[in-house]
């Protein structure tokens, strides 16, 4: 039965989900906007406990009188995430026009926190189903199991390989699609529908879309996906209630809006799409600043500009100001204001190493901080901070330049294997012997990445190299992972930016003579 024929309401769910958590969550009181906003998190002024970091931490002496810092405390609401708005909003709206009733499945792409806001249905009797496309931390895991939410977990950015066109994205598609059936079946979805439009689902994982197959998936399984990445209500959420709370909050404080920079970070682009509209509507003038992780760097619930741009609600033209901000200095902040009791998360402690940085330079003087989740889930990497030196990341030249230092370069990829002529350019690009080539099986590789701890041939290589060793992968996110392991286990290696694949000599020659597909499993 299409989901889309039967409008009736189920009004017993409609009002579950309206006094359990709909009642709980931020929203507009008689559903009339510009009114008073329910349920309003915390706008806290943290001003001092800011100055108090950039002294202690940055030796940075900002004592400014007319500086403003607030934290709007998301990590307060249900589920610990600003994702609860939007979830709410969506659901809200599905259930109140029969798009959900009780005993439905509900489907998503979720890097996390909107997963495990979606967790809230469970206790309504919905199943929920997330796809998770990129390694998430074990708290976010944990969480989302917690939640009862059923979890299909493909790894898909783990390290994709660029410009190996057609054939690899094909071979790629293939193993995933197999990996999506196998998760499904066990999740008690019948594998035939599946089978009935493997072309289409195959056409997607080749792109790596997960978005467009959670949604494809919900229309084959009569699921209902929320569509975070193309719901105007996702930004609406923020547009009608974040933005109008803050405004009256400040009001409340004796400030004005107007005054203020807001500073987020981008997950779907709605709470940065939201707040922008709303103060381009009342203040006709861009207020919101976007703050990203560079290219490479793992910070939880949120992407990397390179990953925002393409999607429906990455607006450039909406923003104030874009940055792209290293979370590495960043996380002797986030340590200090979790020790001062503030329950911040990552993505928070980006934004107020922004903020730090703005307020340097003399950008503005008034800022508002999204906090958009606490530390909870991130606890285990939080306590990693200090005590681990991160991985080198190099490239060929500096390798090229420096090549006696290193005496080991070990390949890592779970689904690709250097060819002959991928070994020999590796050589010849980076300066460096054939010889000291290591190519560890991919099941080796699996083992490693997957934190089962570090497998005998990788550690004996390491161990044997009288110098600096190399990981190099496909294009430099598996190794940066791999290394990352091996740095957690206190053993430094460096990493190659731009893999195999962004070699100079790679461009002049086709990728399916440089590496094959892995069969060693
Ligand atoms: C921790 C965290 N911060 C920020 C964001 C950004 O939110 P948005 O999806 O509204 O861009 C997310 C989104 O998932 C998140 O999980």
């Known amino acids: 039965m299409d989901q ?3 409008n009736a309401v189920d009004k017993v769910l409609l009002e579950r989900f309206e006094s359990e958590i709909w009642n709980k969550v931020p929203h507009l009181e008689n559903n009339q ?30 004592s400014d009188s007319e500086l403003q810092v607030y934290g709007k405390l998301d990590s307060t609401l249900l589920t610990g995430s600003i994702k609860v708005r939007p979830a709410a909003n969506i659901i809200h709206e599905a259930i109140s026009t029969g798009k959900i009733k009780s005993g439905q499945t509900v489907i998503e792409a979720t890097s996390g926190n909107f997963g495990i806001a979606l967790g809230m249905l469970s206790k309504l009797g919905l199943q929920v189903v997330t796809i998770v496309s990129r390694k998430l931390q074990e708290g976010v895991f ?36 197999a990996n999506v059936r196998s998760q499904l079946t066990q999740l008690g979805f019948d594998p035939s529908i599946f089978d009935n439009s493997i072309t289409e689902i195959e056409a997607l994982l080749g792109k790596q879309d997960i978005i467009n197959l959670a949604k494809l998936l919900a229309k084959k399984y009569n699921c209902f996906c929320p569509e975070q990445y193309d719901n105007d ?41 939201g707040l922008s509209r709303y103060i381009s509507e009342k203040y006709n003038k861009k207020g919101v600043h976007v703050i990203f992780p560079p290219g490479g760097q793992d910070v939880a619930g949120i992407r990397t500009h390179n990953n925002a741009d393409g999607l429906k609600y990455y607006q450039p033209e909406k923003y104030a100001g874009e940055y792209e901000v290293d979370f ?75 090549s006696s230092e290193y005496d080991k370069v070990i390949w890592i990829h779970t689904q690709y294997t250097p060819q002959e002529g991928g070994i020999e350019l590796l050589a010849k690009s980076l300066g460096i012997d054939k010889s000291k080539i290591v190519i560890p099986n991919a099941r080796t590789a699996q083992q490693l990445l997957s934190g089962q701890g570090i497998p005998d041939e990788i550690n004996n290589s390491i161990q044997e190299s009288k110098g600096k060793s190399l990981m190099v992968c496909m294009a430099g996110r598996t190794s940066l992972m791999a290394a990352n392991v091996l740095a957690e286990k206190g053993i ?16 002049n020659s086709q990728l399916s003579e440089l590496v094959k597909q892995a069969s060693q499993f």
């Open 4 to 6: 889309n024929q039967d």
């Open 33 to 62: 906007e510009g009114g008073k906003i329910v349920n309003a998190t915390p706008l806290v002024d943290i001003t001092a406990d800011f100055k108090e970091c950039a002294k202690k931490i940055y030796n940075l002496d900002i």
């Open 142 to 177: 944990h969480e989302l199991r917690n939640m009862g939410i059923k979890i299909m977990d493909l790894e898909m950015d783990i390290c994709p390989a660029p410009g190996m066109e057609g054939k690899k994205d094909e071979l790629v598609a293939k193993a995933t699609a």
């Open 233 to 273: 209500l996702n930004v609406n959420a923020h547009r009608t209630i974040t933005g109008a709370e803050i405004d009256q909050q400040l009001q409340q404080d004796g400030n004005s809006l107007d005054e203020f920079n807001i500073l987020c970070t981008f997950g779907t682009g709605g709470t940065s799409g």
């Open 328 to 402: 590495e200095k960043a996380k002797p902040l986030l340590k200090f204001f979790v020790e001062k009791g503030h329950d911040i998360g990552e993505s928070s402690a980006l934004e107020l190493y922004a903020t730090l940085q703005l307020v340097s330079a003399n950008k503005g003087k008034k800022f508002v901080v999204m906090i958009c989740d606490g530390i909870e889930k991130y606890r285990k990497n939080l306590e990693k901070i200090g005590k681990i030196q991160p991985p080198g990341q190099v490239s060929q030249e500096e390798v090229a330049s420096n």
């Open 492 to 507: 430094v290696t460096d990493s190659l930016i731009g893999g195999i694949t962004e070699l100079p000599e790679a461009r």
